[in-house]
């Protein structure tokens, strides 16, 4: 059985060094939501199996080599012969604010649909679905895809959890509402930071109540450097964030989901998920990159360390 299994697109990254117009090197990776997490469950212990369309080309390529690299099982991916893989770009702009630009209209990942869906669980029932709100704003097939993988994990008793990662390059807070709020009736966990959370709910009304009312069983809110909460319906924890020298927020909500995912499927209470949660995303901001800086199981107690040990 895999633990998680998510779907999505990965893109090709390129990291400058500053800003783009002055020229200079830049570094190549991966990068995308659904991907990371994969990688930080992966490298926490869990089976993880990330599902996407990739390019037939070398960026493709190095998509799938990477999750590979890293103990993802891509098996039921597939690769488009005409549409390119995506990219992204990141360039720090000011201090730790980082600039983003893609270029993924017409891609491979676009191309996801039902069909990728219904091949993934072929390959065996999930423990937990993870799917975002970037996903179903790729097209009507991404869209699509992310509606049956909701209904068909419900139906064989997996948890569904619903990361929102509303992204206002890709389309509007009234589109995303169109598309995410009949996937709650399907899901179990949702997360959202709390500006996102108006995309589930009507203005005005109040989110814990209405996402309960919809059959959620669980709210987990990011607050970045003020912590975050989990919420049911009659308990609520909070916990502060791990404070580490921040190097790069990129990827930090997808090291968050990931260590919460991972403390779920080791049947933490909330109080220990949101442990974990804190810590993963503590390692995604002290280290640059997506998810390079991402723990070992091994690994989660360094940053109980005196600052300046040399673990020997």
């Not at 005409?82 to 980082?98: M, S």
């Not at 993924?104 to 091949?119: H, T």
């Not at 930071?193 to 995309?199: G, I, N, R, Y």
């Not at 989901?257 to 080791?266: I, K, M, P, R, T």
Request: aromatic share 4%.
């Amino acid at each position: 059985m895999t633990d998680v299994l998510t779907f999505g697109e990965t893109m090709a990254a390129l990291r400058a060094g500053g800003p783009l117009r002055l020229g200079g090197q830049l570094s190549l990776s991966i990068a995308g939501a659904e991907a990371n997490v994969a990688i930080g469950l992966a490298r926490l212990g869990h089976a993880a199996r990330w599902v996407g369309v990739t390019g037939a080309d070398e960026m493709g390529a190095l998509v799938l080599r990477t999750l590979r690299a890293e103990g993802v099982d891509v098996s039921g991916c597939a690769v488009s012969p005409d549409a390119p893989t995506g990219l992204i770009i990141f360039e720090p702009r000011v201090a730790d604010v980082t600039r983003v630009t893609y270029y993924r209209s017409g891609s491979a990942g676009s191309q996801l649909s039902e069909a990728e869906v219904v091949a993934a669980f072929e390959l065996g029932r999930p423990r937990v679905l993870h799917v975002t709100g970037i996903t179903p704003a790729l097209g009507d097939g991404p869209a699509a895809a992310v509606m049956r993988a909701a209904a068909q994990a419900k139906a064989v008793g997996a948890t569904v959890c619903l990361d929102v990662n509303h992204r206002a390059r890709l389309w509007s807070v009234e589109r995303a509402a169109a598309a995410l709020r009949p996937l709650l009736s399907s899901v179990d966990v949702v997360v959202a930071s709390e500006d996102e959370l108006p995309v589930l709910v009507d203005p005005g009304a109040d989110p814990l109540t209405t996402l309960f009312g919809a059959g959620v069983r669980e709210v987990v809110v990011k607050r970045g450097g003020d912590g975050a909460s989990a919420h049911r319906p009659n308990l609520t924890v909070d916990r502060p964030a791990r404070r580490v020298p921040v190097v790069d927020t990129v990827g930090a909500g997808d090291a968050f989901v990931a260590g919460y995912l991972s403390g779920l499927l080791d049947d933490l209470d909330l109080t220990g998920r949101l442990d974990r949660a804190v810590t993963t995303g503590a390692f995604a901001v002290a280290a640059r990159g997506d998810w390079e800086g991402l723990p070992t199981r091994a690994e989660l107690a360094l940053l109980d360390a005196v600052p300046g040990t040399t673990v020997r």
